[in-house]
């Protein structure tokens, strides 16, 4: 149910996103809305037992608003965490649904599919479950209108021991401490990725815009393992627009916990990691 509103989102790209869209009269006897049709399923597959899908999505005419929402089994096995998503679920549904009657009543009559096409989608997936804590992405493309939807991806670090998340990057005692322990690191190997990218070389003394290196402050950052009992693998996540353009989309780096990083890491979280083997 996911590809409809993607592909309309390609087939704008290609337009300006400063034009205005060209409105002409439809008929008065164009097809009345469809209910929305919502579903939470549990899959009990081999590729992802237990998962939660929930949809909802609703037809008026042309004009089509599409929600979808996702959590793995481990998060059910946290009835608090489960909780906390199936909130924001229920509030991001909300908020989607009454943006889109505003929008069917906007521009009523007119021939605007990219104006009253909605969508929504969050998926919650695993990046570490060690003993004590649940490390999570959240990976979420949104799609108001216009030439294309955005997406992007955020963490959650679940502490079982208190009963409380946090993003990855405040396990450290700030970005800024982060990234220094990183060092130069960080800049070279998001510079390699780029020029695999771009085909050129870029100038790290460079000010232009996409060539300089963002801070983490502009990132988001995960915590993996590579033997679910430490963490001990850090991912920063620089979303389109941030690294570069957004046709280059997103970069993803990966990085092994080194001794200067966990010197970064907030005393109160120490124990969790190690530096990477």
Not at 152 to 170: F, H, I, P, Y
Not at 205 to 233: H, M, N, T
């Amino acid at each position: 149910m996911r590809h409809r509103l993607f592909l309309i989102s390609l087939a704008l790209s290609s337009a300006a996103c400063t034009q205005p869209p060209a409105f002409t009269e439809v008929q008065d006897d164009a097809p009345a809305a469809t209910a929305s049709a919502s579903a939470e399923a549990v899959s009990s597959g081999s590729d992802a037992p237990g998962k939660v899908v929930f949809e909802d999505d609703a037809r008026d005419g042309d004009a089509a608003r599409e929600f979808a929402y996702s959590w793995p089994a481990e998060v059910s096995a946290i009835p608090s965490l489960e909780k906390t998503l199936r909130s924001e679920r229920d509030d991001a549904l909300a908020e989607q649904k009454a943006e889109w009657e505003r929008s069917l009543a906007e521009f009523a009559g007119e021939d605007c599919v990219s104006c009253v096409g909605r969508g929504y989608e969050v998926t919650w997936k695993v990046a570490a479950d060690i003993p004590g804590w649940l490390s999570l992405t959240r990976d979420m493309y949104l799609y108001t209108g216009g030439a294309h939807g955005m997406s992007g991806r955020t963490s959650l670090v679940w502490d079982r021991a208190n009963g409380v998340g946090m993003k990855g990057v405040e396990l450290f005692e700030s970005a800024v401490a982060l990234e220094n322990a990183l060092g130069a690191k960080l800049c070279t190997t998001l510079n390699a990725e780029r020029e695999k990218r771009r085909g050129s070389p870029v100038d790290p003394q460079s000010d232009a815009i996409f060539e300089d290196c963002p801070s983490l402050d502009e990132s988001s950052v995960f915590i993996g393992s590579s033997d679910g009992r430490y963490f001990d693998r850090i991912g920063v996540y620089y979303g389109p627009y941030v690294a570069g353009p957004y046709a280059e989309g997103s970069y993803e780096l990966d990085f092994p916990v080194s001794a200067s990083v966990l010197d970064a890491v907030k005393p109160a979280y120490a124990g969790a990691f190690r530096v990477h083997n």
